[in-house]
């Protein structure tokens, strides 16, 4: 019933994770609505948002969703709001989050020299498939390699980790205190617009009351008497 009628490919899939049908600024706008609308106190949607904001600073693609859920839960803050403020390391950030991290990281660290975003990704999809070369060869008869997985770690893994967090953390302390007043600014202005609109609901309520008392006490015809029986 509330399926697709043609469902989307997995090419389809893929481009809308790169570029969303209505466009970025049309899903941050909803990302935005969800949050102002999640029924909780502001402080802990705040602290749901610093969760995801954090997280998303993090290397651990992949794992962004359930790395937010534990970070909001450790913090007590809303789960659905770190969720959804994972939105902040998209297709389109992640490059320059992971170029500015990394830098950070190497510099903090001593390292030299400067990475690319393209090379930092490649090198993390290489990882990723030497990984599952490694883990494959426990179980059959190919050879593991893991000085290429050290060398990634050191240089760009643990750097990453460093930077991100040093950042994620500056901007999500930033980002909890920035949002609580306007969480709180919502809800009031909800709040109040509920209250009116259970006033006027109530106000309307009681003019019809009294208009059908009116309506019934005016209205209505007086009864004739009875006429006489012939006998």
């Known amino acids: 019933m509330f399926k697709r009628r043609k469902p989307r490919s997995y090419g389809q899939m893929a481009s809308e994770l790169i570029y969303p049908r209505g466009g970025w600024r049309r899903a941050g706008t909803y990302v935005a609505h969800r949050l102002s609308r999640l029924p ?5 949607i705040a602290r749901g948002v610093a969760a995801g904001v954090f997280v998303s ?6 794992f962004h969703f359930l790395s937010a859920a534990a970070v ?9 709001a770190a969720l959804l403020a994972t939105f902040v390391g998209n297709p389109v950030t992640l490059p320059f989050i992971a170029l500015v991290s990394v830098g950070l990281g190497r510099k903090i660290l001593g390292l030299e020299g400067d990475l690319s975003p393209q090379f930092i990704f490649g090198e993390f999809s290489r990882a990723t498939g030497e990984l599952w070369h490694n883990l494959r060869s426990v179980f059959g008869s190919e050879v593991a390699h893991w000085h290429n997985l050290a060398d990634f770690f050191f240089e760009i893994f643990w750097p990453y980790v460093v930077g991100g967090g040093i950042l994620g953390l500056s901007v999500s302390v930033g980002t ?11 809800h009031r202005r909800r709040e109040k617009k509920m209250a009116e609109r259970i006033a006027r609901a109530s106000t309307r309520a ?4 009294v208009a059908r008392a009116a309506e019934a006490e005016g209205g209505a015809a007086p009864r004739p008497a009875d006429s006489p029986r012939d006998i």
Request: glycine share 6%; no cysteine; hydrophobic share 50%.
């Open 40 to 44: 909780d106190q502001p402080h802990r």
């Open 57 to 62: 600073f993090t290397p651990l693609f992949g």
């Open 72 to 80: 909001a839960w450790i913090i007590r803050g809303n789960v659905l």
């Open 176 to 186: 909890h205190y920035l949002t609580v007043p306007v969480f709180r600014a919502y």
């Open 206 to 209: 009681a003019e019809l009351a």
